[in-house]
């Protein structure tokens, strides 16, 4: 049983401040990293995609992945009101077609 | 953008009754998935399609669940006898190709078996 395990939290920060988010998978030949977003709702809406180790930046949102430790955040700097939802990290290993989603962390921007 | 489309947004069905929801893959992709997440639990993988046929299904896929790619278009799941435990919200999801490309959802299809 391929396992992604995220903090369920929920996780509140101020507006502004840097939102951490977690995920650890349990398959060491898992090769492809998402981290998506969901509003109440509404379906995933994929943020970033990570394939390598190290860091990934776009705009507000850094993917991070260390392969060896089986583990990828998502750090979301100045934090906005926009930016509550619920994050679901999913992983893809390289045999067969199919992603695993953890069960997501929830996110609330006090302003 | 190109993106997936699902019809229709809610349904509403009877125990026992039959149910298909539809789905436009983007139309280059090649993979097309089904998920589902009953209110407040998380998303979980019902089957996978590639090359008109099934390259993968879950435990949740039983005989009851059925796919079906009817057209150059068209992705459809079939519930034959619906169940209060189908109540939940489904995905179709589509991907370009294998080993790396995201998923890409659709906005889902709300079914409520009363």
């Known amino acids: 049983q391929k396992e992604v395990e995220q903090n369920s939290g929920p996780l509140s920060v101020p507006e502004g401040a840097i939102a951490s988010l977690n995920c650890t998978y349990s398959d060491r030949v898992s090769q492809s990293f998402f981290w998506y977003r969901q509003y109440s709702g509404k379906s995933p809406e994929l943020i970033m995609s990570?394939?390598?180790?190290g860091d990934k930046e776009d705009g507000r949102f850094t993917a991070q992945l260390n392969k060896a430790s089986q583990y990828v955040s998502l750090l979301i700097r100045d934090s906005q009101p926009s930016d509550s939802a619920t994050y679901l990290c999913a992983v893809n290993p390289n045999t067969g077609n199919q992603f695993y989603f953890g069960t997501g962390t929830s996110l609330t921007v006090i302003p | 953008e190109p993106e997936v489309t699902q019809t229709p947004s809610h349904q509403v069905t009877q125990m026992g009754q039959e149910v298909i929801l539809r789905c436009v893959p983007i139309s280059n992709h090649l993979y097309f998935y089904w998920y589902r997440q009953i209110l407040g639990q998380k998303v979980e993988f019902l089957v996978s399609f590639y090359n008109n046929e099934i390259s993968e299904k879950s435990e949740i896929f039983d005989d009851q669940f059925s796919v079906e790619r009817p057209d150059g278009s068209n992705f459809t799941l079939k519930i034959r006898s619906t169940k209060l435990e189908d109540s939940a919200m489904y995905f179709c999801a589509s991907r370009e190709g294998q080993g790396g490309p995201p998923l890409h959802f659709g906005n889902g299809t709300r079914l409520t078996v009363t």
């Open positions: 990570i394939y390598s180790n």
